[in-house]
């Protein structure tokens, strides 16, 4: 049935397939290109992504088939594939987009959320796998029992100003697997969105300098806050400073009037699930879903 609907809607499916030219798009191919009718673009919104990300998006010359791809999360080694459309040359396009991904050195490439909704046997069979799961949790409330004030470490905790980007890139860096790195201009951009608080913590060293160890960061939509990122630096992990800076952030929502709070984490990071269920946090099973994607290279896959 569903072999006779895609001949129905897509006749040159049925004529003998021929080895295809494949081209990179330029902003002036965009006008000759078969927009899905649920596509991501318009025609001057592909054309600006044509621009922005050179090279990521391909066609098949004459038939109007293409690919879309860019930066996952602001990521120049990580690439994602947003959007085909192509009857007959996914798998030829789609081989086309890794290879440049492969010769730019990315150690990942993710499928959008949409394009493996609407093409998922195809991945399937193409070789493409869950290489994360994503688990959601929520909490009802903004209570708390407890007590950060008389954590023994003493931490020192302040909020994000520009001049300690640097600081809040390697504690990153240092308390998140490769796949969950934040770069320079994804936090950027981050840092600029509405809503959105930042806090980094530090330890003071035998020296008297002070040490970043840890950051958190949420997003208060009016009462309801999502806590984006919540990191410990691997070197200071099990020490409770998690369950300092959760608490931290926590009395900071309700202080600007949050009433209830959401995050997600990976399904394996075990520890973090079992803070978050020791305040209170509970699974939303309906909200779960799967990172789908390939490694690129071996030891992309070894820093997961």
Not at 144 to 152: D, G, K, P, S
Not at 155 to 164: E, H, N, V
Request: glycine share 6%; proline share 4%; charged share 25%.
């Amino acid at each position: 049935m569903f072999e006779q609907l895609r001949q129905r809607l897509y006749p040159e499916a049925k004529t003998k397939k021929e080895a295809p030219i494949i081209d990179h798009i330029r902003p002036e191919d965009v006008a000759g290109l078969n927009l899905s009718w649920n596509s991501h673009f318009n025609t001057p919104a592909f054309r600006q992504q044509v621009i922005d990300f050179p090279g990521l998006c391909w066609r098949v010359r004459g038939l109007g088939e293409y690919v879309v791809g860019d930066n996952w999360r602001h990521r120049e080694d990580i690439g994602q594939i947003i959007e085909t459309r192509a009857p007959r040359y996914r798998a030829e396009l789609i081989q086309e987009l890794l290879n440049e991904y492969i010769r730019r050195d990315y150690g990942a490439v993710v499928i959008g959320s949409d394009e493996r909704g609407d093409n998922a046997r195809f991945y399937a069979e193409a070789g493409f796998h869950e290489i994360e799961r994503i688990v959601y949790y929520e909490k009802p409330d903004v209570s708390f029992t407890y007590n950060y004030r008389q954590h023994a470490k003493n931490p020192l905790i302040m909020p994000f100003q520009a001049r300690l980007l640097e600081d809040l890139l390697k504690v990153d860096h240092e308390a998140f697997p490769w796949l969950w790195w934040n770069g320079r201009t994804e936090l950027e951009y981050y840092l600029k969105q509405d809503g959105v608080t930042v806090y980094l913590t530090y330890l003071e060293e035998p020296s008297g300098l002070l040490s970043p160890v840890g950051y958190f960061g949420f997003t208060l939509y009016e009462r309801w806050a999502h806590l984006d990122r919540l990191a410990i630096t691997h070197d200071n992990q099990g020490q409770r400073l998690g369950a300092y800076q959760l608490a931290y952030a926590i009395e900071l929502m309700a202080n600007r009037g949050a009433k209830r709070v959401t995050l997600s984490t990976q399904e394996t990071n075990y520890q973090s699930q079992k803070l978050y269920e020791g305040f209170g946090f509970r699974r939303v099973n309906t909200l779960e879903y799967s990172l789908v994607g390939k490694w690129l290279k071996p030891s992309a896959s070894n820093l997961k």
